[in-house]
């Protein structure tokens, strides 16, 4: 796992961007990240089937200062960090929530948390839910999650972006996207 030094480094020699970035956002072990604006609430009412590509309709909100989304108990929505992130063919990239946060019930990234090497000047898409008893206000530019890399033993020749990743077009938050993923060998 990355140090902060070890993060300077790949900063510096362009394995890892990061934009914007301020070193105040730098940790002993990460880098914070903030939520960016563009909210996607899953719409209730399908049964949701992968094999059919049967998915549910969202709605959009857009997040300001003086207009946060208010998280309820129990709801699931999707989100973005306000950051663009490039990720090199060496990098690893984990995604994990706040302590703080969690400690009011906000589950950031619930399973998704690898970020592939090879994701390029996007944002990353946040899973975002309230499992506390209290509605949890949502800013744009908070600080919402936190970004540990690591080294692979080699660089990886499946780079995600250049590979042909589903999600490789998507620049803000995005839906769901299925192919035959889950009936391949």
């Known amino acids: 796992m990355f140090s902060n030094t070890d993060i300077e480094n790949a900063l510096k020699t362009g394995e890892l961007v990061v934009t ?3 070193p105040k956002n730098l940790e002993a072990a990460g880098i914070t990240l903030h939520l ?3 909210i996607l609430k899953p719409i209730p009412g399908v ?3 992968p094999k059919k590509k049967i998915l549910p309709e ?3 909100f857009r ?3 003086d207009k946060p989304y208010q998280l309820e108990p129990q709801e ?3 989100g973005h960090t306000l950051e663009n992130v490039t990720v090199g063919p060496q990098l690893g990239f984990f995604i994990e929530g706040r302590s ?3 400690r009011l019930g906000l589950t950031v ?3 998704a948390m690898l970020v592939q090497p090879g994701h390029k000047n996007r944002t990353i898409t946040l899973e975002l839910a309230n499992h506390g008893p209290n509605p949890i206000l949502l800013y744009p530019k908070m600080k919402i999650s936190k970004a540990a890399l690591f080294r692979l033993n080699s660089p990886s020749t499946r780079l995600y972006d250049a590979s042909g990743g589903k999600y490789r077009h998507q620049h803000t938050v995005g839906r769901p996207v299925f192919d035959q993923e889950f009936w391949q060998d």
Do not use: Q, R
């Open 36 to 38: 960016g604006p563009d």
């Open 58 to 60: 969202y709605e959009e």
């Open 20 to 22: 914007p970035f301020s």
């Open 76 to 78: 699931f929505i999707l």
């Open 100 to 102: 703080t946060l969690a």
């Open 109 to 111: 990234v619930k399973t």
């Open 47 to 49: 049964v949701v089937d």
């Open 63 to 65: 997040i300001e200062d």
